[in-house]
């Protein structure tokens, strides 16, 4: 059974910064591939940003790059997300995504464990 849990939403102004934190837990020695995503009220689910198992691949959606940086600690199963000069257009729930193996695909479909989801709110 894997597990995958986030944890640091909140509420910011623009211009501020927040770390949003993801765990996963399951099969010890597993290596997973691990992204975020966001959902805004009223819109799809997007791509944020993902990263292979050691942390040496990294890809980011247009609309964060520059501002957000993905990272993670792989003995841990451990990943975060450094969001800066946040944006009211930043306001989602932001979810955890893992996949088993090397690989960090941008598409949400490769991704069948999910986190519950955290909000991050960004006011003007």
């Known amino acids: 059974q894997v597990h995958v849990e986030e944890s640091g939403g909140g509420l910011v102004q623009a211009g501020g910064s927040l770390r949003l934190s993801c765990t996963v837990s399951g099969r010890t020695g597993t290596t997973y591939g691990m992204g975020w995503f966001r959902q805004a009220p009223g819109k799809e689910r997007e791509f944020v940003a993902v990263i292979n198992w050691s942390g040496g691949g990294t890809s980011y959606g247009d609309a964060v790059k520059g501002r957000f940086t993905i990272s993670r600690d792989g003995i841990k199963n451990t990943m975060y997300l450094q969001m800066n000069n946040l944006k009211p257009e930043d306001t989602a729930v932001y979810y955890c995504?893992?996949?088993?193996?090397?690989?960090?695909?941008?598409?949400?479909?490769?991704?069948?464990?999910w986190g519950q989801g955290t909000q991050v709110t960004v006011s003007s």
């Open positions: 995504a893992a996949r088993q193996g090397a690989s960090w695909p941008r598409a949400m479909s490769e991704y069948p464990y």
